[in-house]
């Protein structure tokens, strides 16, 4: 799939040890908490896991892939975006995207529990996110690798 290589072409090891703290182990050990709290609900033999370290936005990311079916989630384990329990960056499935626009999100110091939806979450593109408005078509499992590719793409070393 390409975005496993977008992926493993952008991890940079180097801001994830610049001061001597292997912050991609920490995200290991992150990602293994968050799949073994969550494995009694969902059967992971199905999906593509995998998490780094972002530089761009200093926070563990840990990303699950449907290899079957049309869904994929993009989480913050880190808590760094968000000032409450939410986690999720970037979901996508037939029905459309729903992605957090993190700037959006950091000008209101992660609490955005008064902020309107529409503010701050989008398709992706710019539009109204999956939430507020289902897309036109259902997407396919291509098409939210397409999604996670870009996200990756921007948000990934």
């Not at 040890?17 to 050990?29: E, H, L, M, T, Y």
């Not at 999720?88 to 626009?101: F, K, P, R, T």
């Not at 902020?115 to 408005?133: A, N």
Request: net charge negative.
């Amino acid at each position: 799939m390409r975005w496993i290589v977008a992926i493993l072409i952008g991890c940079a090891v180097t801001g994830a040890q610049a001061d001597g703290v292997d912050r991609n182990s920490i995200c290991k050990d992150l990602s293994l908490d968050y799949v073994a709290k969550h494995e009694k609900n969902r059967d992971y033999r199905l999906f593509r896991v995998f998490e780094f370290y972002s530089e761009k936005i200093d926070a563990c990311i840990h990303v699950e892939a449907k290899l079957f079916g049309t869904s994929v989630e993009v989480r913050d384990l880190t808590g760094v975006v968000f000032a409450d329990h939410q986690n999720m960056l970037l979901h996508c499935d037939v029905s459309g995207v729903d992605e957090a626009n993190i700037e959006v999100v950091w000008s209101h110091r992660g609490d955005i529990s008064e902020v309107p939806y529409k503010d701050w979450l989008t398709d992706g593109k710019g539009g109204l996110p999956r939430t507020l408005k289902t897309s036109e078509f259902l997407l396919t499992r291509s098409d939210c690798e397409a999604v996670l590719e870009r996200w990756l793409v921007k948000w990934n070393g």
